[in-house]
Every structure is written in structure tokens, then in C-alpha cells.
């Protein structure tokens, strides 16, 4: 190669935002496996950040399972157009959401991509966006480690992630690899959440734990993670997304240390842009 020819550019680039998106902070929400609530919980942390008066969005780049739409009573709403660029819808509440199932005529219609057509459509949902001012970006990210989570985590300036586990014995090795592969990322681990940890007899108030005793302290003191608390097994969470009340009917004060390492994340963040 002529030494004076221009270098082609190395290994992946952000995607860069429009001219009428601002967003300040990207936490991706993750899990090692699917099937742990990892979409409940995206849905209580942009719920209680926006209670604390942030102005909030969620991307939900798991594309092929999307369920933030019908959480937030949009799911027979479809994004609109401005442009060359896409509008997200809104909640009841002003929560701004960018969604594969926002851009389908049938709710239930199967979404079949290939990898770089999943790649586009997450530059689109970040770059092709009117997000406006946001203070956080929540990205409900696709489970495990496969194509799309690496884009997402490639392309999207992530400042955080909070990683969600479920109480089995097999979670504790894929939470160790999606502590992994945030590391490969140079992406800081905010702490890890646990949820279906027990639920409470409706008759007697005790303490049960179908899956077993907890592991979620061990499991975050393996991994040198913090422990952000749990969520129970609880009937009326599944009513609440099932009914897209999620903002409605969500009980206050859940996972506060989740909130807390967010916001601490954001107020380092801050000090040092």
C-alpha cells in the first residue's frame, strides 16, 4: 500500500444521532439467557426514573421478541414519519419508545431478519430517530450474546448496563457471561438485579422461593458486581403489562439501588463531559 493512501477506518462506529435528538445518557439493560423479566425490568427503571422527574425513552432493540409496546398500552400504535427520519410513539406519560413491533401492521406478525438488516434497523431506531432531549436512553437489549447485543454494544455509546438473573443455578454462568462480554466491551457493569426470587402467600404472608434459596448476592460477589435487589413472582406484574398500565399501576420505591446506581452513573458521567 502507497504510504500517503488514506487508512480505511478500524472495527466498528457509533452510530451518530440526527440533528433532533439529544440524548445524554444509554444504560442497556441485559440478561445471559432469555426468560428472566429482563423487559419488566427496563419497564420499572424508565418508569421510576421518569417519576424522578427525568425525561426518559426506551429503545427496544430486542427485535425479534419485542414486548415494550403492549407494557405501555402502544401496542396498536405504529411510529410515524417526519422526513427522512422516524417518530417514536408516546406513552400515556410522555415516555418515548422506538419499537420493531411500532413498525408492523399486525402486532403478532414474525419479524425475519437476517443479521445486517437487524443491524440497520438498530441504526435507524437510534440515528433515524426524532428522540428530542432525552436524560436517559433506556435499550431493552435481545437476550444473550449474539449478533444483535454486539451491535447494540458496538454502535450505541452504552455508559451502563444492569444485568438481570433469575434464581436457577444455570443463571449464575450466564450472568458470568454477559458480565463477559460488557467487559470485551469496555462497558461498566452497574450492578445486577434479581428477579422471580420468591413470592408471598396471599393467605399467610410467608416467604416463598420456588426456585430455590437465592444466589443473587453470591453470584454478584463472584463477579465483583453490585447487588441492586430483587423483584418477586407477582401476579399483578403480569396483569399491569398485560393491560399496558405499566406507568399507571406500577407500585412505587421498586428496586431502589437499581435507580440509585443509574443515577450515580449518570452524575460521574456528567463530571467528566
Known sequence: M???????????????????????????????KGGVGKSLVTGILATELARHGASVGILDADITGPSIPKMFGLADDMVTADGNNMVPCETANGMKVMSTNLLLEHNDDPVLWRGPILAGALQQFWGQTNWGNLDFLLVDMPPGTGDVALTVFQSLPIEGVIIVSSPQDLVQMVVGKAVKMASMMEVPCLGLVENMAYLTCPHCGEKIEPYGPSRAEETAKRYDLDFLGQLPI????????????????????????????????????????
Do not use: W, Y
Open 234 to 273: 407477582d401476579p399483578s406484574f403480569a396483569q399491569m403489562c398485560d393491560a399496558g398500565r405499566m406507568e399507571q399501576d406500577l407500585p412505587d420505591g421498586l428496586i431502589p439501588d437499581a435507580i440509585a446506581a443509574i443515577v450515580a452513573s449518570a452524575t460521574v458521567m456528567d463530571a467528566l463531559k
Open 2 to 32: 502507497h504510504e500517503d493512501a488514506p487508512q480505511a477506518e478500524q472495527g466498528p462506529q457509533i452510530f451518530p444521532l440526527n440533528e433532533n435528538s439529544n440524548i445524554k445518557h444509554v444504560i442497556g439493560v441485559i440478561s445471559g
